[in-house]
């Protein structure tokens, strides 16, 4: 499945960041990162509303003991999907001006193609994976107590971010994970990327055989569009061997 990851590229004091030289290092070894929850940035993820209806509905047939019981088993599951899964999302949408003001520092940034499907993760026997399509409403999940799907209320955000048009990679794990190789299609240059940065990822691209564009905005739209790259070509000024063993020292 044809699917977008936007990334931003921020200097401090001059030096890049963990995070970048991480998503970097995870980039030339077939790696992504896969957040936690509670890293991410919409502060209601993984909220849902207790279906007290339903619960009360239970009572008659089951008993006031057994629901409880039920409830707090619920309760307890849901918190440690919460504080265990791996979150990786991605979008449909490479041309969205507010993920890539949002996302990529103000289109200083990039943004990666990847053609993933569930079976391009599936290395470690232990890890199980899924993938899901963000639903947007106006209101949290209201869970069910006896539904064997805990991944609902993590799937479902405020139509304040259906721009986003989300799908998620859910992991039983965190952090970096493999993906199948040749994965990688497509790297985008952000519009207002720093020079310095776009020889960066000119290397990464050279490396990872993929494909590279430079976004540009149109005159008199609100728009932007990408100019394809030839590498082959630019490989003849600029030395892409020693810049990615000069790169790999900060790794």
Same mark, same amino acid.
């Given at each position: 499945m044809k #699917? @977008? $990851?936007y990334k931003g590229i921020e200097l401090n004091n001059k030096e890049y960041p963990k995070t970048f030289l991480r998503d970097i290092n995870c980039f030339l070894n077939n790696k992504i990162w896969f957040s936690k929850i509670e890293h991410l940035n919409d502060p209601f993820e993984g909220g849902y509303k207790v279906n @007290?209806?339903?619960n009360k509905l239970l009572e008659k047939s #089951?008993? =006031?003991?057994?629901?409880n019981d039920l409830i707090v088993s619920r309760e307890k599951l849901l918190k440690t999907k919460k504080d265990t899964l791996g979150i990786l999302s991605l979008t449909t949408d490479n041309k969205n001006l507010l993920m890539w003001s949002h996302y990529t520092n103000n289109h200083k940034g990039y943004? #990666? =193609?990847f053609d993933l499907n569930i079976h391009d993760f599936k290395f470690n026997p232990f890890n199980e994976f899924d993938l899901r399509k963000v639903n947007y409403n106006n209101v949290p999940h209201l869970d069910n107590i006896l539904d064997k799907d805990y991944l609902k209320n993590i799937t479902i *955000?405020? $139509?304040?971010? &259906?721009?986003?048009k989300e799908y998620r990679f859910i992991s039983t794990i965190y952090g970096e994970l493999n993906y199948s190789e040749n994965c990688l299609k497509s790297i985008f240059i952000g519009a207002n990327c720093s020079s310095e940065n776009e020889i960066m990822l000119y290397m990464l691209a050279y490396h990872k055989k993929c494909k590279l564009y430079k976004a540009k905005f149109y005159n008199g739209s609100f728009d932007l569009y990408f100019q394809e790259l030839d590498l082959n070509n630019i490989s *003849?000024? &600029?030395n892409f061997d020693?810049? #990615?063993n000069n790169f790999k020292t900060l790794l």
């Open positions: #699917l @977008f $990851k @007290f209806l339903q #089951l008993g =006031e003991t057994v629901v943004c #990666l =193609e *955000k405020s $139509k304040d971010w &259906i721009y986003e *003849k000024n &600029i020693n810049l #990615l």
